[in-house]
């Protein structure tokens, strides 16, 4: 079992920074695939960025150059570093933990908000 936890949300001007945490509890999280994962108002949950426990990283189009995935298996965190943030980023984020075993996004955390100005 493993429960997560995101943090980092907030309010910035388009062009701006922010960076989402994805904390963990329980075991062997740094076997763990996981996926940041974002949902508009109106629309549907969206595919961000997955990093593999080997560090291996893929992004959707929409984030490549902008966003950044990254992990610290030390801190059982995943970090989304978020930079030159649009108007149409603005969504509820969501971090997930893959499980090989029943081969989906298994564990999600609350979502945080992210909310980008003009």
């Known amino acids: 079992q493993v429960q997560l936890v995101e943090s980092g949300g907030g309010l910035v001007q388009a062009g701006g920074s922010l960076r989402l945490s994805c904390t963990a509890s329980?075991?062997?999280?740094?076997?763990?695939?996981v996926g940041w994962f974002r949902q508009a108002p109106g629309k549907e949950r969206a595919f961000v960025a997955t990093?593999?426990?080997?560090?291996?990283?893929n992004y959707a189009d929409s984030v490549k150059g902008r966003f950044t995935i990254s992990r610290d298996n030390a801190k059982n965190t995943v970090y989304l570093q978020m930079n030159s943030l649009k108007l149409e980023d603005t969504a509820v984020y969501y971090c997930?933990?893959?499980?090989?075993?029943?081969?989906?996004?298994?564990?999600w955390g609350q979502g945080t908000q992210v909310t980008v100005s003009s």
């Open positions: 997930a933990a893959y499980s090989s075993t029943v081969g989906e996004y298994r564990y």
């Open positions: 329980g075991r062997a999280f740094s076997r763990y695939t």
């Open positions: 990093i593999s426990w080997s560090g291996n990283t």
